[in-house]
């Protein structure tokens, strides 16, 4: 797999002022994430942060059974491993890596010194954080509330926002650890979407045909958990 060139592909490599983004070019290193990858475990110590640009994560709340469900997925909108910059240097939650692609990522010690200058630096990743947050939460609520099938809109159209293509490759009982149901559940609630013409599923392939339905379908969460990423991070340079 050919390694993207450009770290500003991730929205929030690109958002930071050019001194910062000298001092990080040296330090930043390219990584294939192969579907699948486990970027960290439940409580292991975090050794690097990472900056998607064509890949996806997923990070999982796991339980002492083994049982997960997904909290907040992660693409070339972010960076993974909040924990190491919030205080702490490890997590309860699995880091796994839902679409493969590409990523940057920068050591640990080298992401505390940098959020310890403060500036925008630290005003950026505070924001980023704000909207993971948001996202979290919306799923914690979209998870107890909402029907199956607006769950699996809503985590389609998430997918969606951060690839390049309206296809995503993912086998039904992977989708279903994300959502934390029965495989059971996913296939009957993938059958409606079928059936409705909003998407096509072949052999662990998703192909989304009618976004816009698939945005009408979908419960309110997908557009609180959009806004929020829109209204706080920016386009190209840190405040």
């Not at 910062?20 to 409580?43: N, T």
């Not at 990070?59 to 997925?73: F, H, Q, R, W």
């Not at 200058?117 to 505070?126: S, Y």
């Not at 599923?201 to 816009?212: C, E, N, P």
């Amino acid at each position: 797999m050919t390694i993207a060139a450009d770290p500003r592909e991730n929205r929030l490599l690109a958002a930071l002022p050019a001194a910062e983004w000298a001092r990080w070019l040296q330090q930043m290193e390219p990584v294939d994430m192969p579907l699948g990858k486990v970027l960290y475990e439940s409580g292991s110590k975090l050794t690097h942060v990472y900056f998607p640009t064509t890949s996806i994560v997923s990070l999982l709340y796991v339980l002492e059974d083994g049982a997960s469900a997904e909290i907040a997925v992660v693409g070339h909108e972010g960076i993974v491993g909040i924990s190491l910059f919030m205080g702490g240097e490890s997590t309860p939650s699995r880091a796994v890596v839902q679409s493969a692609g590409r990523a940057f990522r920068l050591k640990a010690n080298v992401m505390i010194q940098e959020f310890n200058r403060a500036g925008p630096v630290l005003h950026l990743l505070l924001r980023y954080t704000q909207a993971l947050i948001t996202q979290m939460a919306q799923t914690a609520v979209c998870n107890r509330h909402h029907s199956l099938d607006q769950q699996l809109c809503r985590w389609l159209l998430l997918s969606l926002d951060r690839l390049h293509s309206d296809e995503l490759v993912m086998t039904q009982e992977l989708i279903a650890d994300m959502l934390g149901v029965r495989r059971e559940g996913v296939t009957e609630a993938a059958g409606h979407l079928q059936d409705a013409g909003l998407i096509r599923y072949r052999r662990g392939r998703i192909t989304v045909l009618d976004r816009r339905r698939l945005e009408q379908r979908t419960c309110e969460c997908y557009a609180v958990v959009k806004k929020e990423y829109d209204r706080l991070l920016p386009a190209t340079t840190a405040t």
